[in-house]
């Protein structure tokens, strides 16, 4: 695309924040695969070794989880997910027609500001709202041995909780298509991707400072 | 006829030599037997006994109250007044979709009562000396032939009478000194024969189970933990446990520990096992002991029944019962694997192994269509119904053989009937060939009011399938019931991950990762476009 002005390369994904990323990568398109194939969508591997590795992987995930809100908040790091109104309209419209134009990203990423607002919002979304959809009712589902103990077997029955796993699965697919296609709108094709693998990637260097790998 | 009655004869002696057989060829758990008395050693024993009855007369001489406690139980009156239901069933007057009916056929059929000369309904059931205990105790050469009335055969007899065919003669007082506790091949003489021959009635009972391997049955493995039927059907004063009539489909309590006292029926697998029996790991988080709270155990276990390499038969029709050759004699038709498919004194069969169970919601209630209830010959009569409510607290899921029976009925009253097949003489469906006679004296010894007019009647009968355990490893695989047209399909009252699902949501779902993925197509198409105008 662009690349009239002068390009710096600065370190935007630190080596946990890496690992973490593919790993949980990883996991959701393991339980997505499994998952669909435990609603019966197809048959792959067999239902018991579906259901035996999309637990597993969604203990794995959990762990993770555990390590990394312990990092997002050691790190300060959480802050890069507080939603912005700042730019949000210029950045929908960017993906909307000046991508197409080769207008320049209305969006300059830092290391202190690595998402972009809509980034932000999406990934707040996911948090927030496809989180608890897919967690609540997991555990729920996953725990069903313990309801009639727990007295939840009066409140709920396992349709209503396999039917709300499966609507957050639904919006888990949408969201990894949009994901994976928006990682090929950086200043290269695969920009985005590269920057996930090394940690580096390369910004317009409008405002010149020095950039060192943080500590 | 002289003929047929002779073939007949032949048949009969075949088949009463195949079921002594197989009481002889048995095998015994080869342990030393535990009890405290050796019968041999009994002057009351020394015999010689010219009758059954001498017999038990000895044994009532020590075990004076094992008549009394037999006469109480359902092995002596084959009654039994259902509390549940109300309905007065047993073997007396049942009718089934096999051989359909005991009346008029005593001397044949009581071969399998535990007494002494029921031919007819002047049987004196107070009479204690008529119990017989050689039946359920011996330990082989033991055999009560058709057409005695369960009596044994001590004298060498012609049967049928005129027929030049003879019955050898049994060494009572020597089957009297070697007597035992009950084996697999004592209930099994019954048991496994029921509906005229090795499994045909059950599917999970046969005669494959005296010499069970581990893969056939996990407890009565003859080189395993090699069970006797009394081990899980256990007795209280000859009261035997568990039955098929009323049965116990859940029993959600922990194992009854031993010398418990409780009301519970001991031959259901939980009395052991307890209604949580699977050890799983963490991450199963007590997936499987989940399921106990909608499956019987056996509809995992027991993966398909007939499995010992003993057929069992799946259909029985009447109606075609009867054809005769050219030269009006009776004849046999088999299939490749040798198994009767036609049989004229019968009718048609079909035979099934390895046969996948049906299954249903069961709480153990069990009503039959009896003698004088009216049925509807438009559709399938049940012969029987298992109750239970889809998802219901007191049911589970149970795996059943079901059976299809054609037999005869009464056209004007709408009753089943009961035809007179077994004993010969003039009226026998299998001496005379002849419907009309046949079914009016059935009808004569039952009872039951019959207008002379008959037709067929397409039934269905079911089993509960509980016997035949398997492996854990060959247990049913989850992918079984977990996917569409499953074991489990049809069945209601449970929501199955795999195959119950919402279908708008699924609608919704792929409409909205399709619409995501089209999106993204084509602005990945539009980026394309206007970067190689943009190079132009």
Known sequence: MSHATPMKRIYVFKRYERFWHWAQAALVIVMLVTGFEIHGSYNNLGFERAVDLHTLSAWTLLALWAFTIFWQFTTGEWRQYIPTASKLVAMARYYLFGIFTGAPHPYHKTALKKHN??????????????????????????????????????????????????????????????????????????????????????????????????? | ????????????????????????????????????????????????????????????????????????????????????????????????????????????????HIGYGWKDKHFDFSDGNKVDCLACHNTGEYAKPFGFAGNPVTVRSEYPPGSGKFVEPIDLAKIAQAVGRTRRDNCGACHYYGGGGDGVKHGDLDS??????????????????????????????????????????????????????????????????????????LLAAERLNAHTDSLACQSCHIPAFARGGVSTKMAWDWSQAGQLTAEGKPFQKKDDHGHVIYDSKKGSFVHGQNVTPAYQWFNGEVTYTLQDDTIDPTTRVPINVFHGAPGAPN???????????????????????????????????????????????GAEATGAPYSGKYGFVDTQMLWPITHMVAPKEKAVGCQECHADGGRLAGIEGVYLPGRDRSVWLDRLGWLAALAALLGVTLHAIARVITHLRKED
Not at chain 1, 154 to 177: D, K, N, P, Y
Not at chain 1, 197 to 212: K, L
Not at chain 2, 211 to 233: I, Q, W, Y
Not at chain 2, 402 to 408: A, E, I, L, N
């Open chain 2, 208 to 281: 494959s189970l005296n010499t069970a391997t581990h893969e056939l049955d996990v407890h009565m493995n003859k080189d395993g933990l090699n069970f006797s039927c009394s081990d899980c059907h256990v007795s209280d004063q000859h009261a035997v446990a568990g039955s098929r009539i009323s049965m116990t489909a859940t029993d959600p309590h922990p194992a009854l520990l031993r010398g418990e006292k409780s009301e519970r029926n001991p031959a259901a697998c939980q009395a052991c096992h307890g209604d949580k029996p699977h050890k799983e790991s």
């Open chain 2, 1 to 112: 006829m002289h003929k047929i009655a002779r073939r007949m004869a032949a048949a009969l002696a075949l088949c009463v030599a195949t079921t002594a057989g197989m009481a002889i060829a048995a095998t015994d758990t080869g342990a030393k037997s535990r009890s405290t008395a050796d019968h041999s050693k009994f002057e009351e024993l020394a015999g010689p006994f010219d009758s059954g009855e001498a017999v038990t007369r000895a044994c009532l001489k020590c075990h004076t109250e094992a008549s009394h406690q037999i006469m109480q139980t359902r092995h002596w009156t084959w009654e039994y007044a259902n509390p549940a239901t109300g309905q007065r069933l047993g073997k007396k007057t049942m009718v089934n979709a096999f051989c359909i009916g005991d009346q008029s056929n005593e001397p044949f059929c009581q071969s399998c």
């Open chain 1, 117 to 215: 607002p809509l980034q932000r919002l999406a990934y707040l979304a996911l948090l927030a709202l496809v989180s608890p959809i897919i967690w609540g009712s997991g555990l729920l589902y996953l725990f069903y041995a313990y309801w009639g103990g727990l007295g939840l077997d009066r409140w709920l029955s396992l349709e209503q909780v396999a039917t709300v796993h499966t609507a957050g699965a639904f919006m888990m697919l949408v969201f990894v298509i949009a994901h994976v296609y928006l990682t090929t709108t950086g200043h290269t094709v695969f920009a985005h991707i590269k920057a996930m693998i090394t940690g580096w990637d390369e910004v317009e260097d409008d405002a010149p400072r020095a950039t060192t790998k943080p500590r």
């Open chain 2, 395 to 441: 049911a589970r899921i149970w795996p059943v053989k079901v059976f299809h029976g054609r037999q005869p009925y009464d056209t004007e009253r709408k009753t089943l009937l009961v035809p007179n097949v077994a004993v010969p003489g003039d009226t026998a469906f299998w001496y005379n060939f002849d419907w009309p006679k046949a079914l009016a004296a």
